[in-house]
């Protein structure tokens, strides 16, 4: 099952310590990733201070996209919960003002996606 979710986009939770540590670049003093989950070479953590999306392009995956998210430039956002015959739960994230969701990341169902949600209004709210 492992295989076929990361074949469907599906986000596995990643430890925040090995995130900690391969990211440490990215981060700003004091800040720590909390909760960080991984799609196929994509990766998107929750830090203290923000959401770090990183898009690993390309054939060889040397070329790099590092989007940072404040939390105070989250206007809304929703959860869809996975359903019987539906594999997977769905997180999506609206910046500022914008009609469509910025992020739309999708969860198997071993990730506790209420954990997700109320970890995000608590950041958010």
């Known amino acids: 099952m492992g295989l076929f979710n990361k074949l469907l986009g599906n986000a596995s939770e990643v430890s925040s310590e090995k995130l900690n540590e ?3 670049r990215l981060l700003v003093n004091g800040e720590q990733v909390e909760l960080g989950f991984k799609l196929l070479r994509d990766v ?4 203290n201070r923000r959401l770090i999306l990183i898009d690993i392009q390309g054939i060889t995956g ?4 590092y989007k940072s998210m404040p939390y105070k430039n989250i206007s809304r956002f929703s959860l869809e919960t ?3 015959f539906d594999l997977d739960a769905e997180l999506k994230i609206w910046i500022s003002s914008e009609d469509t969701p910025t992020v739309s990341k999708k ?3 071993s990730i506790d ?11 958010v709210m």
């Open 44 to 47: 998107f953590m929750f830090t």
């Open 113 to 123: 996606v209420y954990e997700v949600q109320k970890y995000l209004a608590d950041k």
């Open 62 to 65: 040397s070329k790099v996209e």
């Open 82 to 84: 996975a359903g019987t």
């Open 107 to 109: 969860f198997n169902k």
């Open 22 to 24: 391969k990211y440490k």
